[in-house]
T-cell receptor, first 112, second 112 residues
Framework: DTEVTQTPKHLVMGMTNKKSLKCEQH?????MYWYKQKAKKPPELMFV???????INESVPSRFSPECPNSSLLNLHLHALQPEDSALYLC???????????FGPGTRLLVL | AQSVTQLDSQVPVFEEAPVELRCNYS??????LFWYVQYPNQGLQLLLK??????LVKGINGFEAEFNKSQTSFHLRKPSVHISDTAEYFC??????????FGQGTELSVKP
């Protein structure tokens, strides 16, 4: 089973709202990733967690706050977003030290 | 620095015709190579990967790719496409450490 699940599928939020995106995998992967994808563009890496510790932050604005509460779960907390943050947010996971990443279906976010 | 170039942004093809989607990468060291497919309004699905070993890699849905180190290429091929293959295809490369570098994508459009 190579399934990564993401909730919600769609999210609409105002610029003053606080919301969270959730990602879950039960494959025993110890590395998890957040990507942002704008329309007609490739995914851009935001964060990497390895063994529940943040290992890569690609200079993402602080209005995006990742959290990895356990080895199966990855959250992305959103606060005071801008309309340009509207995008598809993809989660991925892999075995630590193994390069193949498996992606979830994404959360499509619209910031009004 | 690594980079990935997908030489065609759009590839229109008729059903049951063969197709080749081209990918070139730039790196002075060994890399790992991937092809992902993204259907409309979905996440990325792994088609195939080259980590080591045989340079001809077979993937899902009848796709295959050949790693050519001298030409730094990893072109994706399918001998006979179906309407259902219409999607965006991304080539990606990594040196390791979790940072996938994606090409700009190729939109494959299969016409009846």
């Amino acid at each position: 089973d190579t399934e990564v699940t993401q909730t919600p599928k769609h999210l609409v939020m105002g610029m003053t709202n606080k919301k969270s995106l959730k990602c879950e995998q039960h494959m025993g992967h110890r590395a998890m990733y957040w990507y942002k994808q704008k329309a007609k563009k490739p995914p851009e890496l935001m964060f990497v967690y390895s063994y529940e510790k943040l290992s890569i932050n690609e200079s993402v604005p602080s209005r995006f706050s990742p959290e990895c509460p356990n080895s199966s779960l990855l959250n992305l907390h959103l606060h005071a977003l801008q309309p340009e943050d509207s995008a598809l947010y993809l989660c991925a996971s892999s075995w630590a030290g193994e390069e193949t990443q498996y992606f979830g279906p994404g959360t499509r976010l619209l910031v009004l | 620095a690594q980079s990935v170039t997908q030489l065609d942004s759009q590839v229109p093809v008729f059903e049951e015709a063969p197709v080749e989607l081209r990918c070139n990468y730039s790196s002075s060291v060994s890399v790992y190579l991937f092809w992902y497919v993204q259907y409309p309004n979905q996440g990325l699905q792994l088609l195939l990967k080259y980590l080591s070993g045989s340079t001809l890699v077979k993937g899902i849905n009848g796709f295959e790719a050949e790693f050519n180190k001298s030409q730094t290429s990893f072109h994706l091929r399918k001998p006979s496409v179906h309407i259902s293959d219409t999607a965006e295809y991304f080539c990606a490369v990594t040196l390791g450490g979790g940072k996938l570098i994606f090409g700009q994508g190729t939109e494959l459009s299969v016409k009846p």
